[in-house]
């Protein structure tokens, strides 16, 4: 019987994973490292958070990406945009240093017992654990407008679908969204010699300023902080304080997930669109059919209605979190979960723990109940210690803090009980 399983080894699966073996919990992580970075992202894309923002999370601080960097003789410096590619090696760095072994397994069960639950996998593993966290990223939770989803793949598919670009050379592709996803996928694909356009609802492109240096006088360092998701009061609250967040009421706190700190482009990526790549805007999809090889869509403005042919639509329209998609949870767990708000997601505690003792989740689904930070790498440092704090209370803090053990210690000082 294992203390925690960690399902999903994104940034708040491996910081998770990390703060659990030094705490000295008997654990089990499954998942792809970094799946969402290194299969789900076009290359090409670059790091939109500052590299210092971007750090995954161990107990002692001293695994950061400025470090990976440093070892590596590269450059993260505040305002220098940094490849994803980068970001993805510094995250397998960081799991080969200060997580202990990561299976790379689909978790497709999670079940109730007696004493806690049984997790099972694609290969025929059954894990009895006394406590789950569920680190499953954003993958699961991809938004396609309802225009869309009756269209095959090879008509409409979502941003997160193409690691490679390079297939639409020489095609017509209308992308729709007006966020970071959204223009840097326009972009790249021009560059790869497509032929793209915006279409957004939106009536402007919002994009966002340069950083300030981080190097300020005291008066502007108070009147427009840093912090981990920008500058400004506002991103200060949200990214400094979920905690206060968290002590909202429900709908004040799912409005917030869902508006704060909306769909913007970086600043180093305008050139590339402004001037070389139309947008459409104030335009809302209303419907969209196959026509001539390619995609006839209908589109509504405040002029009326106009149709628009085009080879291929990529939706960049973000992640929604529901709990419903999550279909490894065992339905008598998932009917057990009380929602965060007027939300889909669970609603967890101060130490991200749901309704369902021992099932604790991170990441996405607890943005409604920690606001916008848990949409971002930065907010994986606060969920890992609190969440691990409230795994050990769980347990009633049988474990004490100890050195993390080598890989193989890890996996001896438990007992797979199976039911």
């Known amino acids: ?93 960081f799991t080969e240093r200060v997580v202990p072994e990561v299976e790379e397994e689909t978790v497709t069960s999670v079940r109730p017992r007696a004493d806690g639950f049984l997790v099972e996998t694609e290969r025929g593993q059954r894990v009895a654990t006394r406590t789950v966290a569920l680190a499953v990223g954003v993958m699961p939770f991809v938004h396609r407008p309802e225009a869309l989803r009756a269209l095959p793949r090879e008509l409409a598919s979502h941003s997160s679908h193409h690691r490679d670009l390079s ?25 790869c010699g497509a032929h793209p356009r915006v279409v957004a609802r939106a009536d402007r492109v919002n994009w966002n300023t340069p950083p300030q240096p981080l190097e300020r006088s005291l008066l502007r360092s108070l009147l427009d902080p840093h912090c981990g998701l920008g500058t400004g009061w506002s991103s200060w609250v949200w990214s400094e304080t979920p905690w206060a967040v968290r002590r909202l009421p429900g709908a004040l706190r799912s409005r917030i997930a869902a508006t704060a700190l909306g769909p913007a482009g970086a600043w180093w990526l305008r050139e590339r669109v402004e001037s070389k790549i139309p947008v459409l805007l104030g335009q809302r999809l209303r419907a969209a059919v196959p026509a001539g090889g390619g995609v006839r869509l209908t589109l509504d403005t405040t002029a009326g209605t106009n149709t628009l042919d085009t080879d291929h639509v990529v939706a960049a329209t973000g992640f929604v979190p529901d709990i419903g998609r999550l279909g490894l949870l065992d ?50 440092g606060f969920t890992a210690e609190r969440l691990v704090r409230g795994v050990r209370r769980r347990l009633g803090d049988r474990r004490s803090a100890a050195v993390p053990g080598t890989r193989r210690s890890q996996r001896s000082r438990a007992t797979a009980a199976l039911s």
């Open 1 to 93: 019987m294992y203390d925690l399983v960690v399902v999903g080894a994104g940034p708040y699966g491996l910081s998770i994973a990390a703060h659990a073996a030094a705490a000295g919990l008997t654990l089990r992580t499954f998942g792809r490292p970094m799946a969402s970075w290194r299969d789900h992202m076009p290359e090409g894309m670059f790091l939109k958070s500052e590299p210092w923002s971007s750090n995954l999370s161990d107990p002692a601080g001293e695994h950061t990406l400025a470090d990976y960097c440093a070892s590596r003789g590269l450059r993260a410096e505040h305002g220098r945009p940094l490849p994803i590619g980068v970001f993805t090696e510094y995250g397998l760095w």
């Open 167 to 191: 297939g639409f050379r020489n095609r017509d592709v209308t992308v729709i969204g007006a966020g970071q996803a959204a223009l840097e996928t326009a972009a790249l694909l021009a560059e």
């Open 331 to 380: 339905p008598s767990v998932r009917n057990r979960l009380r929602p965060a708000g007027t939300t889909r997601a669970p609603e967890v505690d101060g130490r991200f723990e749901s309704s369902v003792p021992g099932l604790f989740f991170a990441g996405l689904l607890t943005a409604p109940s920690f606001g916008p930070a848990m949409r971002f790498v930065h907010g994986a």
